[in-house]
């Protein structure tokens, strides 16, 4: 099933669309339905479309200190550094390093007394360990103790991560009570912003009471417009497929009974 679920989405991503367009020109002969792929390639691939795809995701997201967020349970940092372990010294290195460092400070500004981080793991990556175990690695080399982090296991998505979550801090909350004495454990949730409307509806749907604390804002501020915002490139249109990947999400788990 985690197979489907993530390769169904790439058969309708604008390049995927784009590339089937041409195709279906050339062997038919139809002018227009080429231009039509190469159109669907260019207007997904030009910064300033992903700029308005992330915009519209990010829209009511937030950044606070760490320092003004309220105290709770646990702090969750899900996964989707992206850290990997390479040669035989296992040297580990980041692709995006936001919702660890914010997991983290929020950590050492005394916002709850556990760090949970999610293990994404794929089962196409046999050998890979589940990421959370690597960032317990990393948090331990910054002076967070063991004693204060746990792991998930193994998880594939976000309804995996939340379950799992949500398992443990029920489980913990039968052995001492909860740092702030609401009728669900409370969590600061800390994932990319783009990532934190679906998030926060499965984490809630998990019985959780949330505190989006997002990180990882993709979208430019900057009001003036440039011809360089009009320059395909190949990072813009990984950009938008990001965020359109991120909208059948969305979509997907609203209509999911």
């Known amino acids: 099933m985690i197979y489907l679920h993530k390769i169904l989405p790439y058969l309708l991503m604008p390049s995927t669309v784009a590339i089937l367009l041409i195709v279906a020109g050339c062997v038919l002969k139809r002018k227009g339905i080429v231009i039509a792929g ?10 300033i479309t992903a700029g308005f795809l992330f915009g519209f995701l990010e829209a009511g997201e937030e950044r606070i200190p760490a320092s003004e967020a ?15 372990e390479t040669g035989k010294s296992n040297v580990v290195e980041w692709q995006d390093p936001d919702r660890f460092f914010g997991g983290v ?18 089962p196409w990556e046999v050998s890979a360990r589940p990421e959370g175990e690597l960032l317990v690695e990393q948090a331990a080399l910054m002076g967070v103790p063991a004693s204060s982090m746990i792991t998930t296991g193994r998880v594939s998505n976000t309804e995996q991560e939340s379950d799992a979550v949500a398992k443990i801090l029920r489980e913990r909350r039968k052995e001492s009570p909860d740092a702030h004495g609401g009728a669900s454990p409370r969590v600061l949730l800390v994932t990319s912003a783009y990532h934190m409307p679906r998030a926060r509806f499965l984490f809630e749907k998990a019985g959780l ?9 993709r979208s430019s501020s900057a009001p003036a417009l440039s011809f360089l915002k009009f320059l395909p490139n190949a990072g813009s249109l990984n950009a938008s497929e990001t965020a359109i990947r991120e909208l059948y999400g969305r979509v997907y788990y609203r209509l999911k009974p």
């Open 38 to 47: 190469w159109c669907v390639l260019f207007i997904f691939s030009i910064p």
């Open 70 to 84: 309220p105290a709770a349970d646990a702090i969750v940092v899900l996964s989707g550094a992206g850290v990997t």
């Open 105 to 122: 400070q929020l950590y050492f500004s005394g916002k709850a007394p556990l760090l949970v981080f999610t293990g994404g793991w794929f």
């Open 209 to 217: 009471e949330v505190v989006p604390f997002p990180v990882d804002f």
